[in-house]
Nanobody, 122 residues
């Protein structure tokens, strides 16, 4: 059974940093693309970043380029999202997802975590 478990969310002031983690289990993810999405209250879920588990090619939403970094540690089967210079508009529930394409459409992802709340105060 595939499981993606996020952690690391919390409350932070604008300009601060957080690192989210996503522990993946239940299958081999070497052929997968791992992604982070977020959903703010009243808004649709949106793409944040993704990375090929093998090879490490990354893509970012324009809104987070230069501030967020996605990476994985294969030996730990864990995905990370380093978030720096956080802004109030980054406030959302952040979800980890696994899929087989680099598409930024959430419908391309097969597995999802339960989400972790990130709140950025001004």
């Amino acid at each position: 059974q595939v499981q993606l478990v996020e952690s690391g969310g919390g409350l932070v002031q604008a300009g601060g940093s957080l690192r989210l983690s996503c522990a993946a289990s239940g299958r081999t993810f070497s052929n997968y693309v791992m992604g982070w999405f977020r959903q703010a209250p009243g808004k649709e879920r949106e793409f944040v970043a993704n990375i090929r588990w093998t090879g490490g090619i990354t893509y970012y939403a324009d809104s987070v380029k230069g501030r967020f970094g996605i990476f994985r540690i294969n030996t730990r089967n864990t995905l990370y999202l380093q978030m720096n210079n956080l802004k109030p508009e980054d406030t959302a529930v952040y979800y980890c997802a696994a899929g087989t394409t680099t598409a930024q459409d959430m419908r391309a992802y097969d597995y999802w975590g339960q989400g972790t709340q990130v709140t950025v105060s001004s």
